[in-house]
């Protein structure tokens, strides 16, 4: 799997946008991004994932670069409970294979 | 969305006795289970893949006589964790893949069960 690069740590102010950055220079062509975060004490929660159109869903939105090189997981109005470490994972869809977590992004998110 | 279910949330149990945990997808079925392992304040570490009707794969470091995986059927899993020590207290979460939707490829997680040894 292609690796990832994403920052230690974000805030955010609650009920604007979340902005969340992924390089993924070397992902190949038949990989996925997938997005999946973590609140504390909790397993990991699926977001999103796309190919290389743009996605949204009723938990946030996925923008890809056209190169496909980095990608942007938007939460749109986030809130308190969005406070949690998010992860960008980059896999090929039909691989029998586990995910493999990076250290991802703390997002704070506050009042 | 798709729900995997973990049991126990928390045990505390005393050095050298064994710890059983269970993994269950409850609403699909799922031929192939994950298990993860996280120490405080670092990120998910894979032990094994558990196969259900085979044996499990284990990550290189991790002992697979310690760490007992079973996959009897398409909806449980279970990890024990033989002669538990100190060191082996951890939040050990498993994951599952819906054996239906194999081709979008998201994998779903339990809850996570933390375990303290005394």
Redesign the interface.
């Given at each position: 799997d292609a690796k990832t690069t994403q920052p230690t740590s974000m805030d955010c102010a609650e009920g604007r946008a979340a902005n969340l950055p992924c390089n993924h220079s070397t992902i190949s062509g038949n990989e996925?991004v997938?997005w999946?975060r973590?609140i504390h004490?909790?397993?990991?929660?699926?977001i999103i994932?796309g190919l290389k159109n743009n996605e949204t869903n009723e938990m946030a939105s996925l923008i890809i670069t056209e190169d496909r090189k980095s990608s942007t997981l938007i939460l749109p109005h986030a809130t308190l409970r969005d406070t949690a470490v998010y992860?960008c994972i980059v896999?090929?869809?039909?691989?029998?294979?586990?995910?493999?977590?990076?250290?991802?992004t703390s997002l704070l998110v506050t009042p | 969305?798709a729900v995997?279910s973990?049991h126990p949330s928390r045990v505390i149990c005393k050095s050298g006795t064994s710890v059983k945990i269970e993994c269950r997808s409850l609403d699909f079925q799922a031929t192939?289970m994950?298990w993860?392992r996280q120490f405080p304040k670092k990120?998910?570490?894979?032990m094994a893949?558990s196969n259900e009707g085979s044996k499990a794969t284990y990550e290189q470091g991790v002992e697979k006589d310690k760490f007992l995986i079973n996959h009897a059927s398409l909806t449980l899993s279970t990890l024990t964790v033989t002669s538990a020590h100190p060191e082996d207290s951890s939040?050990y979460?498993c994951?599952a893949r819906d054996d239906s939707s194999?081709?979008?490829?998201?994998?779903?997680?339990?809850?996570?069960s933390?375990l303290t040894v005394l």
């Open positions: 996925y997938y999946y973590q004490s909790q397993g990991p929660q699926y994932h992860y896999r090929v869809a039909n691989s029998g294979y586990a995910l493999n977590f990076g250290k991802g | 969305g995997v973990q192939t994950f993860y990120s998910l570490m894979l893949t939040f979460i994951s194999y081709n979008t490829g998201e994998l779903f997680f339990g809850e996570g933390r």
